[in-house]
């Protein structure tokens, strides 16, 4: 519309791809320059990242050209919401793969042969995935990894994969580790600087075949200033800078009328983004990410508080439970089966003895107490948290079961002796009330009493119960009469 009024050949500052205008400043030539010796050394994994607009695209474009001229089989293909479950269908086609069926694994398998037959020609691939950061899924990553695995017979990988990025897509790469170590070559695409904007501006006014100093100083300069370095709006408000010079039918594009382009700028972004420049974003975007840390922060300190606060809640527990255990208060965790109680919090805090009590322990799933049966071969057993509940465990140190079997047999032997001597007086009673002497040696006072009884006479015996009520002095002579063991005193009386 306006190449005629300012006697151009062809519009200088469209935004597309077109390579002839491409501009080799200092990074977009080193960033060039990378792939390409990246696609040539036959390196599996390039990654180039850049703020929208600042040229990947142009850069990928650029070497892609020079590595076909070049004789490299070479696919250009745009990720932006690419499925993983597409990735190798789509990749297949961009390389010239003829009737691509729709199964994955034979997908693959017709793409692996064409990067042979390729290879064996001399002919090395090259995939070029442009924003990757808009692919559909995560899944795109690992299909990634497998055409990365792709290698031919001398164990060189068939495929160079380069891939282009807002920095953005670092978040995605962080989660995929072994995908980031695969990386040979990378670079961070940066704005240009503000003598590399002027050259800029004035390499595309000569691609295009336009009168020297169309822009005047003062317009170039402001209009890299208001650009921030960034290619593609530069390229917007240098255009339209040229619409309006027509438009009022201006010899030169000035200060006045570039000022006047970035104004339009502004106003299609309240028209498209609501209006916030560049600072403004990048400032929301601070305050809103020191929020986010400033609560994960709280977060994270309410959430070791809550920790710190169930341990304290554990071991209060559990000195509780040792104290009841020395008090003697732990008998009523014991059941009446022999088995041992503890509480779900233990449980936990013993997971790393399990060895030593497996093939003992069972969690019952409870809400209250938590059980554990006892075998024979546990006698021993040194847990703190645990209680024994034998009968004989009545021994000062109740935290020691081997000295509460120590004491056992000797209760037992003490038990067996009382139970010998009550059977001898048991014995002695009814052989006295028989008539009969008792003949046992170890009964208290049986042979006393039967001394007694062969030193009286008949005649004192037949006359010891009335002797016994009217003199007190008979009893005296009759050492029968008073017999000092515990088991012939009833048959005393009954003399």
Not at 346 to 357: A, L
Not at 445 to 452: K, L, M
């Amino acid at each position: 519309m306006y190449q005629e009024h300012w006697n151009l050949a062809k519009k200088p500052f469209e935004n597309d791809l077109d390579t002839s205008f491409f501009f080799e400043s200092d990074h977009h030539k080193e960033a060039r320059v990378r792939l390409l010796y990246c696609a040539e050394q036959r390196k599996p994994l390039a990654l180039l990242i850049g703020e929208s607009g600042v040229g990947k695209t142009y850069v990928c474009r650029a070497a892609a050209e020079k590595l076909a001229a070049d004789g490299r089989l070479v696919a250009f293909v745009p990720a932006g919401g690419l499925a993983g479950a597409e990735l190798v269908r789509t990749v297949a086609l961009a390389f010239g793969v003829e009737e691509v069926p729709t199964h994955r694994a034979e997908a693959l398998a017709l793409l692996e042969e064409l990067l042979r037959q390729s290879a064996a020609k001399g002919a090395h691939a090259v995939l070029f995935l442009d924003n990757v950061e808009g692919f559909g899924d995560g899944r795109c990553f690992d299909e990634l990894r497998t055409l990365l695995d792709l290698v031919g017979e001398d164990g060189r990988p068939l495929l160079t994969v380069i891939l282009s990025a807002h920095p953005r897509v670092r978040g995605s790469l962080k989660r995929r580790y072994s995908l980031v170590q695969r990386l040979e070559v990378g670079y961070s695409l940066e704005p240009l600087g503000a003598e590399e904007g002027r050259a800029y501006v004035l390499h595309r006014l000569n691609q295009a075949a336009a009168p020297e100093h169309l822009f005047d100083d003062d317009a170039l300069a402001r209009a890299v200033e208001l650009a921030e370095g960034n290619p593609r709006l530069l390229n917007r408000i240098c255009d339209l800078a040229l619409l309006m010079g027509r438009i009022e039918l201006k010899d030169r594009v000035t200060a006045a009328l570039v000022e006047d382009a970035h104004q339009e700028t502004r106003d299609l972004k309240k028209i498209g983004a609501g209006g916030r420049d560049r600072r403004e974003r990048d400032e929301e975007a601070d305050d809103a990410s020191a929020r986010d840390s400033e609560e994960e922060e709280r977060g994270g300190r309410r959430r070791r508080g809550r920790e710190r606060g169930g341990r304290r809640r554990r071991r209060g527990r559990g000195r509780e439970r040792d104290e009841d255990v020395r008090s003697g208060g732990a008998e009523d965790d014991v059941s009446d089966e022999g088995a041992y109680s503890f509480n779900s919090e233990e449980h936990r805090d013993i997971q790393s003895m399990t060895q030593i009590i497996q093939g003992t322990l069972k969690v019952q799933p409870t809400s209250g107490r938590r059980r554990r049966r006892r075998s024979k071969k546990d006698d021993g057993d040194a847990l703190h948290y645990f209680d024994s509940n034998l009968d004989e465990a009545n021994a000062e140190d109740e935290d020691s079961i081997e000295e509460a079997a120590e004491e056992a047999p000797k209760k037992k032997r003490r038990r067996r002796r009382r139970r010998r001597g009550r059977k001898g007086e048991d014995e002695g009673t009814a052989k006295g009330e028989a008539g009969e002497a008792p003949a046992d040696d170890d009964a208290g006072g049986e042979d006393d009493f039967s001394a007694g009884l062969d030193a009286t006479p008949p005649a004192a015996r037949d006359e010891a119960p009335a002797a016994q009520d009217d003199a007190p002095a008979a009893r005296d002579e009759a050492p029968a009469a008073a017999v000092h063991d515990e088991g012939s005193d009833e048959f005393a009386a009954g003399l």
